[in-house]
Structures are given as structure tokens and as C-alpha cells.
């Protein structure tokens, strides 16, 4: 089996069009800015597809899906794989991402 490189999400290899889209998707999201999971399903074309939005980020290894910037729709940060909630909470905050008890504060 061949080891994911940081385009192979690009290329297909193993994953669901779906998936792929996804990644695409959040690839996209620049840094600053943040999206929710059910945000990404609907872009995806599959609004209630939240939580397979959120295990395709729980299995994100791509350097260039910044999955950090993906949060629940109640602005809680959610988990992180590489730190958990405190580590992508102090992420967000370092890319500009303003945050009050433990929630991204949405901007309107």
C-alpha cells in the first residue's frame, strides 16, 4: 500500500468522491476563517452529512486540509488528532480566529 502524500487526496487514490470533495473543500477554507461541519456537507452538496464531514477530519492526514479550521455549529472548537481541543483552539487563535469561553465567536 502506498503511503498518502500531501496531493494524493488530489489524485483519488482510496477515497470516496465525497470524501475527496471534502478535502477539497477545506483545502480552500483560508487562514482566519473557519467553517462548520454541516457548512462543509452542504458545500459538498449533502447537508446532513455533518458527521461524516467530521470523520473525514478526524482522519485527515494531508498537510494541506487545514483541519483545524472546521468547528461545530455551536462555535465549540470540537476535536483535533494532533493535540485535541486545546491545540486547535490555541491554532485558531494564533491564525486570527477570535474565541470566547471555548467557542468561535461567528462574525455576521
Known sequence: MRA??????????????F??????????????RVLTYGAVAARAGAPGAARAVGTA??????????????VRSDG????????????????LRREGILLSCGRVVFSK
Do not use: W
Open 76 to 91: 465549540s472548537v470540537g476535536g483535533y488528532a494532533f493535540g485535541g481541543s486545546r491545540a486547535k483552539a490555541a491554532r
Open 19 to 32: 470524501r475527496r470533495l471534502v478535502y477539497r473543500i477545506v483545502a480552500q477554507i483560508p487562514k482566519g
Open 57 to 70: 477530519m478526524a482522519q485527515n492526514c494531508y498537510r494541506d486540509v487545514p483541519c483545524h479550521r472546521v
Open 4 to 17: 498518502p502524500t500531501e496531493e494524493s487526496y488530489k489524485e483519488g487514490g482510496n477515497l470516496s468522491p
